[in-house]
């Protein structure tokens, strides 16, 4: 089992009494900061079959929870709102939007979400883990398709309010998958960016080793993907749950089961 540290990242913020943190990964910046911006593309575009492009970053991008690297300033942002499960939210209670670029070590996904209440992982950050608030990560590096229940051919990464990459394993536990990704979250009011930098990971990751090789990402390179929010205020539960596809399996709620469900993603330049 793989116990891992999240590689938690520690910012030196350059403004004055911009920073309190709030948890593990959280850092709260006051409106007046510059940590987010809402810059490039206005229009949010939805995609029903959960088709997305990632565009290649020719700069670095730092995992921070702040969104003024300069690969977001001019991508386009994509909608998260299909209501998958629960009923349909005011967007002041969920809205949630994505933007997506790599280089050949990453993945990089900036997620904005808007959440009146932001419940925290409950209990050993394990128990109850799918039921929010989270952030969930679809990937399934081939596009095979098919069962990763309890198999590594895909993952489904239910990613913490704690900062934890949380998945089953081959012996049907619920483990951390913390060295598959960096993550940072910041907040403004209500306001939540969720940065992550995703390692791919194909169908040979053993779980019990600790030489696995994170496969290199190329141009027109194609994996399964979908990205949802599991919103909880509060209820001990997961009141809805929206996602980047119109639909998702059975009872739209397949994905952590079936990659046959899953969107995709197209690497181009
Ligand atoms: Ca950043
Ligand atoms: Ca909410
Ligand atoms: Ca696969
Ligand atoms: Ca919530």
């Given at each position: 089992m793989k116990m891992n540290k999240l590689i938690l990242i520690s910012l030196t913020c350059c403004l004055t009494a911009c920073l309190n943190k709030k948890s593990n990964n959280e850092k709260t910046y006051e409106s007046s900061d510059v940590?987010?911006?809402?810059?490039?593309?206005?229009?949010?575009?939805s995609n029903a079959e959960g088709d997305f492009k990632a565009y290649k970053t020719s700069s670095a991008v730092e995992i921070?929870?702040?969104?003024?690297?300069?690969?977001?300033?001019?991508?386009?942002?994509?909608?998260?709102?299909?209501l998958w499960m629960g009923e349909q939210v005011d967007p002041a209670d969920y809205s949630g939007k994505f933007k997506l670029a790599w280089d050949s070590d990453y993945l990089y996904v900036l997620v904005s979400v808007t959440d009146d209440y932001l419940h925290?992982?409950?209990?050993?950050?394990?128990?109850?883990?799918?039921?929010g608030d989270y952030v969930e990560v679809f990937i399934d590096e081939d596009q095979s398709g098919g069962n990763h229940q309890y198999n590594h051919q895909a993952f489904a990464y239910h990613v913490s309010t704690e900062g934890?990459?949380?998945d089953k394993n081959t012996n049907e536990e619920t483990v951390f998958f913390d060295?598959?990704?960096?993550?940072?979250?910041?907040?403004e009011g209500n306001h939540y960016l969720w940065e992550m930098a995703i390692?791919?990971?194909?169908?040979e990751f053993n779980e019990d080793a600790q030489d696995n090789v994170p496969v290199k990402i190329v141009s027109q390179k194609r994996i399964g993907f979908s990205i949802a929010y599991g919103d909880n205020d509060g209820n001990s539960s997961r009141e809805n749950f929206m996602g980047s596809k119109m639909t998702?399996?059975?009872?739209?709620?397949?994905?952590y089961v079936n990659a046959d469900v899953f969107g995709s993603l197209l690497f181009v330049e």
């Open positions: 940590c987010q911006q809402d810059s490039g593309m206005s229009k949010v575009v921070d929870g702040c969104s003024k690297d300069a690969v977001w300033s001019n991508r386009e942002w994509y909608s998260m709102n299909y925290a992982t409950l209990a050993d950050g394990r128990e109850n883990y799918w039921k934890h990459a949380i060295d598959h990704m960096q993550l940072a979250r910041t907040k390692k791919l990971y194909d169908k998702h399996g059975i009872n739209n709620d397949e994905g």
